[in-house]
């Protein structure tokens, strides 16, 4: 129900930007976000924005990355620059409506020279 595309290899210093688009039987996410997770670790969150457009983000991203939502199209975005090698991970995206959580497939991000 949610369809991330977006991904790829990119070179260090390089651009990416991701998107999640939910199917129409999710309406209005109170919360959106990104996850990433590389291989030997535990998922983390990366960045997160709210309905009233707060965001928040890992301090390991702060500065580089910019999550963005489009409520007319239930999609969100993830502005990724600067990035660097230890970016390199399968990044998730979720949505969360009262009383449910849902999660997109994954989609690898590479980062590497």
């Known amino acids: 129900q949610l369809v991330e595309s977006g991904g790829g290899l990119v070179q260090p210093g390089g651009s990416l930007r991701l998107s999640c688009a939910a199917s129409?039987?999710?309406?209005?996410?109170?919360?959106m976000n990104w996850y990433r997770q590389a291989p030997g670790k535990q998922r983390e969150s990366v960045a997160t924005?709210?309905?009233?457009?707060?965001?928040n983000y890992a301090d390991s991203v702060k500065g580089r990355f910019t999550i963005s939502r489009d409520n007319a199209k239930n999609t969100v975005y993830l502005q990724m620059n600067s990035l660097k090698p230890e970016d390199t991970a399968v990044y998730y995206c979720?949505?969360?409506?009262?009383?449910?959580?849902?999660w997109g497939q994954g989609t690898q991000v590479t980062v590497s020279s």
């Open positions: 979720r949505m969360v409506v009262p009383a449910n959580a849902y």
């Open positions: 129409g039987s999710i309406f209005s996410p109170i919360v």
């Open positions: 924005i709210t309905s009233s457009g707060s965001t």
